[in-house]
Structure formats: structure tokens, C-alpha cells
């Protein structure tokens, strides 16, 4: 099925570093969402973005819906190991109800 | 609140076997979905739930197959005659209506052996 282009598909990162991730897509979306999943878990809501421009924060993490709404992007400021895990992020456009996702991208925290 | 809850958890099973996976949305979640999700892979759409409207079935990949939505609460999948190729996780996620948000349940992992 389809999915969204993400980025990096995986980093590595010092403790206390700023990470940055994006999805890309060739359709517009109305909704964005971005997930984390960890080893053995379902994926867990971060944030969901509902307009152009929006730029959301959740603790360390801000995740804006890109002004052409084909794009997003998550900031994770100051990691620590817990962030540890795979980042998802889905789209939906408006007037449908299946969410297309991201191929995710694996974030690693060397201590 | 209660999240989404999926039992089991796990499920190991012989080759051939059926199995029934079950899904507890969020109360008051009208819309709900099942994924799969294979070793190290994205998220692929199964069928999708919505009030009482006909579900979504053209992500099942075969008749083995089916979903059934009781009440507009509980769902469960079964997979007959299973085969090793339907080992995965399986995802159920439900949201309040048609376009917000979803929240996913722990999944099943499911072993076909």
C-alpha cells in the first residue's frame, strides 16, 4: 500500500542532542499525526496537527504541519535514552478515513 | 481513561489452526481499525469499522481472513487455516469518529509455527 517517504529511516545520536525528522508526501493531507512505537508495544500518539503552518508542542517534542501540507517534521530537543524507539508519522486526507504512514525511522541514544 | 486493550497479547499456534484476535476500543469510539505489522515493517491496513456503516475490507489479504464488529464496541479477527506467512502483530486502533485521531492498542503477536 502506499506509504509516506520519512527521514532519516535511522539515527543515532548523543544523549542531550536535538533530533529532527520528516515526512514527505505528493498529496495533501489535512491531518498529521506522529507516533513512537517501542520494542514489543503499540504505537503511542505524540501529536496530532490539523492545519497548515501548526506548530504543536508536547514536552521536548514540537511537530509542525509544513505549510504545502504534503510535509511535517519532529523536533525532539535535549534527547535522553528513554526516546529510544521507532517514530511514526501518518497522514489523512480530508473527507477518507485511511491513514497513510510513514516507513518510520529508528531513533538510537548512545548515553 | 481506559485505552484500547487487545487480548491475547501473544499467541502461538500450529500451522493450519484458526485463531480469533480480539479488540476493546476506547468507549464512545465509533470508528476502529486493524493493522498488521511484519518484522521490522510499516503499518498495512486490514478493515475499518465505522458506527454501523459496512466496514472496509480491502486490506484483508485473503478469505481466510474476517473481522466482525459487535454492537459497535468489540471487535474480533479471525484467521483461519493460518499460515506461517500470517505471522506478525496484529493493531487494532480506534478514534472517536471518521478523521481524528487514532489510538492503537499493545497488538497480538502472532506465531504460526
Known amino acids: 500500500g502506499q506509504q509516506l517517504n520519512q527521514s532519516p529511516q535511522s539515527m543515532f545520536i548523543q544523549e542531550g542532542e536535538d533530533v529532527s525528522m520528516n515526512c514527505t508526501s505528493s498529496s495533501i493531507f489535512n491531518t498529521w499525526l506522529w507516533y513512537k512505537q517501542d520494542p514489543g508495544e503499540g504505537p503511542v500518539l505524540l501529536i496530532a496537527?490539523?492545519?497548515?503552518?501548526e506548530l504543536t508542542s508536547n514536552g521536548r517534542l514540537t511537530a509542525q504541519f509544513g505549510i504545502t501540507r504534503k510535509d511535517s517534521f519532529l523536533n525532539i530537543s535535549a534527547s535522553i535514552p528513554s526516546d529510544v524507539g521507532i517514530y511514526f508519522c501518518a497522514g489523512l486526507t480530508s473527507g477518507t478515513y485511511k491513514y497513510i504512514f510513514g516507513t518510520g525511522t529508528r531513533l538510537k541514544v548512545l548515553a | 481513561g481506559a485505552g484500547v486493550s487487545q487480548s491475547p497479547s501473544n499467541k502461538v499456534t500450529e500451522k493450519g489452526k484458526d485463531v480469533e484476535l480480539r479488540c476493546d476500543p476506547i468507549?464512545?469510539?465509533?470508528?476502529l481499525y486493524w493493522y498488521r505489522q511484519s518484522l521490522g515493517q510499516g503499518l498495512e491496513f486490514l478493515i475499518y469499522f465505522q458506527g454501523n456503516s459496512a466496514p472496509d475490507k480491502s486490506g484483508l489479504p485473503s478469505d481466510r481472513f474476517s473481522a466482525e464488529r459487535t454492537g459497535g464496541s468489540v471487535s474480533t479477527l479471525t484467521i483461519q487455516r493460518t499460515q506461517q506467512e500470517d505471522s506478525a502483530v496484529y493493531l487494532c486502533?480506534?478514534?472517536?469518529?471518521?478523521?481524528?485521531?487514532?489510538?492503537f492498542g499493545p497488538g497480538t503477536r502472532l506465531t504460526v509455527t
Open positions: 496537527l490539523y492545519k497548515a503552518g
Open positions: 468507549s464512545g469510539h465509533t470508528a
Open positions: 486502533a480506534s478514534s472517536l469518529a471518521q478523521g481524528h485521531e487514532q489510538y
